[in-house]
């Protein structure tokens, strides 16, 4: 188990991240940010991107993730952690560091991992524009709380 939260509303601190995930191994570091862009494809120019999510249930996938990737590549090192909230254009929203001695498993395990959060993390992209208008990311809808027990 890390000793760091897999969400955060902070800042991602990339060089800290980094120095985790090589902690103990020798070889490469594969450093994957996932960044917010400026740019949507021609439908606007992008502000920042908020993320919403269910903390508990998202943190239970991200772990699951995290573990099965440790259990299918035990040589890797793999540290995994996700923004949420409002995040500015140029910022990281997503970090995956793996190391390994081998480059190809860095490469194997860090697809693995993408895939598999954008496979159904509960974790919600949306697109604020520059002109007012927003849009949520694979035209998912707004996600709905589930209604208070009472």
């Known amino acids: 188990m890390e000793n760091h939260p897999?969400?955060?509303?902070?800042p991602l601190d990339i060089p800290a991240l980094e120095k985790m995930a090589l902690e103990g191994h020798a070889g490469c570091l594969?450093?994957?940010?996932n960044l917010t862009r400026g740019d949507d494809g021609g439908q606007g120019t992008?502000?920042?991107?908020?993320?919403?999510?269910?903390d508990a249930p998202a943190q239970k996938e991200l772990s699951k993730i995290?573990?099965?990737?440790?259990c299918l590549?035990?040589?890797a090192r793999v540290i995994l952690?996700?923004?949420?909230?409002?995040i500015p254009v140029g910022e990281p929203s997503s970090f995956i560091g793996v190391s390994s001695t081998n480059f190809k498993e860095s490469f194997e395990v860090?697809?693995?991992v993408i895939e598999q959060i954008d496979s159904g993390v509960p974790i919600w992209k949306k697109i604020i524009y520059r002109d007012g208008h927003s849009a949520w990311a694979d035209n998912r809808p707004k996600p709905q709380r589930p209604p208070a027990r009472v």
């Open 66 to 70: 995290l573990e099965t990737a440790r």
């Open 30 to 33: 594969l450093s994957f940010q």
């Open 81 to 86: 952690q996700h923004r949420t909230g409002r």
């Open 110 to 112: 860090c697809r693995y």
């Open 46 to 54: 992008i502000d920042h991107y908020e993320f919403e999510t269910y």
């Open 6 to 10: 897999i969400l955060t509303t902070q």
């Open 73 to 75: 590549w035990p040589n």
